[in-house]
């Protein structure tokens, strides 16, 4: 459980990142802009076609975004989203298609974004009460440079449940952006178990809320353990 030190400041950051989100683009001054893309050549985001059951799950939990995830918006148009590519462990590459049969909370995040590091300890706790077979939270990390910095901040805030996923390219957050769904970060996919889009929000959330843990199970039928 978040303790009240946590919640402070992670409610003033949404109440902020509302504010924010009446200014186009305001989010993006977190973000350096490169030119670079991810999933090249169709790989990256795809067309509609092949998600026909996406709208279902979209119904599914529109009604649970509210409260602390109030800010997440439904998919009016959900599409695959497997083919965005990162690394894992030792730098392995990998794309959401390695998640396949999982819903998943996709986070982008980088060390010297304020409001992601705030919200960091409850993306790590949502993992911790929720993740198995059915559910993951893959958060991405798009530090430049090598691991040394994003692993010692994990270490630091005791972010134990989450793999370290690393594009050091910020393709994935370019190809984001080019989709309309990325401003600045953090910004958070909720993916079905087939990685078609759900829903898409840009700043934090309290991920480890009750409101949260409903979304998710609104999306995935898996209740929290314990």
């Known amino acids: 459980?978040?303790?009240?030190?946590?919640?402070?400041?992670?409610?003033?950051l949404i109440a902020a990142a509302a504010?924010?989100?009446?200014v186009a683009g305001a989010a993006a001054i977190y973000v350096k802009e490169?030119?670079?893309?991810?999933?090249?050549?169709g790989a990256g985001v795809q067309t509609a076609a092949s998600c026909p059951l996406a709208k279902e799950t979209v119904a599914a939990v529109t009604p649970f975004l509210k409260g602390q995830v109030a800010a997440m918006a439904p998919a009016d148009d959900p599409r695959p989203m497997t083919g965005l590519a990162f690394t894992g462990d030792g730098g392995k590459p990998l794309t959401l298609d390695d998640f396949a049969g999982k819903t998943l909370l996709v986070n982008l995040w980088a060390t010297w974004c304020v409001p992601c590091r705030e919200e960091m300890p409850a993306l790590n706790a949502l993992q911790a009460a929720m993740g198995g077979d059915r559910f993951e939270v893959v958060a991405i990390n798009i530090d430049t440079g090598d691991d040394e910095k994003p692993k010692a901040f994990l270490e630091e805030t005791g972010v134990d449940a989450l793999?370290?996923?690393r594009d050091a390219s910020m393709g994935v957050f370019n190809t984001l952006k080019k989709e309309g769904?990325?401003?600045?970060?953090p910004v958070t996919l909720l993916l079905d178990a087939n990685?078609?889009?759900?829903?898409a929000m840009n700043g934090p959330a309290i991920w480890d809320s009750a409101d949260a843990k409903a979304l998710v199970t609104a999306a995935t039928g898996v209740a929290p353990k314990g």
């Open 181 to 185: 769904l990325a401003f600045g970060l």
């Open 163 to 165: 793999g370290l996923y």
């Open 195 to 199: 990685g078609c889009l759900v829903a």
């Open 19 to 22: 504010v924010l989100g009446l």
């Open 34 to 41: 490169t030119w670079s893309g991810n999933g090249a050549g």
């Open 1 to 12: 459980m978040t303790d009240e030190k946590t919640r402070r400041p992670a409610g003033r």
